[in-house]
Each structure stands twice: as C-alpha cells, then as structure tokens.
C-alpha cells in the first residue's frame, strides 16, 4: 500500500507495510479535500498558543470524527485492531498524484527488527533534543542517521532510519503504539527527510505563519511564543481579502531566480492543508513591543533573521552548506522587515503599509 505526494515540486513516497493501513476519508472530506488540492481557502483560521478553541473549530471544518467511548464499545476486536493501524493522512490528500519519480520514499514497517535494537551499541549520537516533549535522539551508523522518538518521558514511539543520500527512510514502530503518536513521528521523519534530500534543490522549510494579499504572500516568524499565528489571524480579522496558506512550515522554493512559497503538510496545531503557492512579497521577523515600528533589514541582519527560522538539522553541516546559499539569495532578492509589535489592528497596518510600500517601489 502506498500513495506518492508533490510538495512544492517535489515527489514523495510513503508506503505502509501490514498492519498499517491509510483511513478512508469520508464522502464530506473528499469534497474539503478537492478543493484544498485546487487551493480554495475552506475557512480555517490561524490557531494561536492562547486560543486553543480554534483546534475544535479548524477539526469541524476539516470533517474529523472524535473517537468516543460509546463507540468504541461497539466494535469488534478485530474492528479495534484496524482503528488502532489506520494512519490519518488527510492533511497529505490534498497533494496526492498519480505517478512520477520521487525524489526518496519513507517505509512504515510493522515493527522494530532485532538486528536494529542489536546494533544499538555501535551508535554514535549525533544530537539530542529533550528540553520538551516529544524529544528525540539523532544519532549515525553505517552512513545512515537514525532518530529514536520519545513522546512521553520513558515511552519509546519509534525509529526513523535515512539512507546517506536520503533518498529512503524506514520507519519502525514499537510495540503498543497506535496511529495517532505513530503519524506524528511520521510527520517529524517526512519532514526531517524532505529537509535533507531538497537542500541542494534551492529549497528551504521555514518555520513561519503566511498569509496571502493580492496574489503575494508575506512571511511572518520569530521566536517561539512571539505571535506568529497571532498575526496572522490579525490580518485574517482586519484585511479580510487575506488568506491563510500556511501556519507552521510553509516551504519557498527559487524557481526561475524568483521566490515561491507552497503551502505544504505541515502546518502544527492549524489544521491548513491547502495545495497553493505564491510568490513572496516580503519576510517579516515578529518581536513582542509596547509600540509597533517596522525596520527594513539589510544584508547581515536580513541574513540572520531568515537562517534563524529555517527549519533544518543545524548538526549536519553537509546540509547547512547546501542551505545556506538559498537562505542568502532569500535574504537578499526578498524584502525582509523586523516588526516590533502589540497583537493589535494598528500592528497589521503598519506591516502591511511597509511591505506593500517597499512593492510600489520597485
């Protein structure tokens, strides 16, 4: 069983070995689907940390059932053991085709093999992310990098293996871990592995929220908690004619010298699917202030700014050096702002009057 996904151009492979099965999607769902795969805006809205109420609105929209437990007492074992498999891939529909090569294939295997755990003492760690949870473990064997997923202290999801060219990755399961934490491991491996095997391919992931004004599109990042999703959904609300094309990882792309961004997969906690694409108008670094004030940023500042929202494997300098010249050309061929700024309408004005300004000029 397998689908193949384009995302900004670029072919993916996801295969599922038994049990593991993608959910059908409902009659409802393929029509938000179709028309998410042409684009269309379906109404979902930036999600901010302080907003939690949004999640339920953006899951009615998108048609999800919630699993209760009157019934679940209504299926059978074997019922249960299928729901238990069945791996929601909806937010990869929308960028479903048929055919074509893919640039590298991801293998959801049934289980953890014994020759993997045997090896394990021949590991050598390359990184280690466990500040928060989930947290995850890099390290390197035999030319392949493999990450081991933790979801919950002591609670091992999985292994994620990626060929030295990245062009296949193994995912392997532990044991008693159902679909919803394996698909989130598989949602951190396709996006680790994109990152790598596209770093050569002028494409950079980047951790940002972007809306969408006039057929352009601006970027808006920063530091954790600084307000991305906040911003945009400030646009949503006082520039109605915007729209929301990414809330989390949209990906750019230099096509013919021109930066394109892509709605993709991935978009955290805002459930935003949506299979469309833009050039990109301006790059905008958000920082919490009592006042708003926006700063066009130059050179080494632009430079900073953007390499410090690229979503990448900064251990792997390999993958840095391939990066870094599409994160030059992006600092330097876009428009990038600082804006120092209160979640308020007079913030959305300022942005927007500066980048639309900066447009106008050139």
Known sequence: MEKIYRIAGHSIRVSLDSPWTFKALTPAQEELVE?????????????????????????????????????????????????????????????????????????????????????????????????????????????????????????????FVMSADYSKGDYY?????????????????????????????????????????????QLFFGVSGTGKSTHSRLWHEFVPESDLMNDDNPVIRFIDGKAIVFGSPWSGKTLCYRNVSAPVRALVRLEQAPENKIVRLETLSAYASVIAAVSTIRWDHSVMDKIIPTVERAAMTVPCFQLSCRPDEEAVRVCREAVMSVEQKS
């Open 35 to 159: 028309k998410l795969r042409r684009g269309e805006d379906i109404g979902i809205i930036p999600v901010p940390a302080d907003r939690t109420e949004g999640l339920a609105v953006n899951e009615e929209l998108m048609g999800k059932e919630q699993m209760t437990k009157e019934i679940w007492n209504t299926f059978s074992e074997s019922e249960k053991d299928a729901f238990r498999h069945s791996l929601d891939f909806e937010q990869y529909a929308p960028f479903e085709v048929e055919g074509g090569e893919p640039l590298f294939s991801l293998r959801v295997h049934s289980g953890v093999p014994e020759e993997l755990e045997a090896s394990r003492g021949e590991w050598k760690m390359v990184t280690a992310v466990d500040e928060i949870l989930p947290f995850y473990y890099g390290y390197r064997h035999n030319g392949n990098t493999i990450y081991e997923f933790f979801p919950a202290k002591g609670l091992r999801a999985g292994y």
């Open 173 to 217: 399961p532990c044991e008693r871990i159902g679909a919803r934490t394996t698909l989130m491991q598989i949602n951190t491996s396709l996006m680790i592995q994109f990152t790598f095997a596209t770093a050569a391919l002028d494409t950079i992931l980047l951790h940002a929220s972007v809306t969408r004004l006039e057929g352009k599109a």
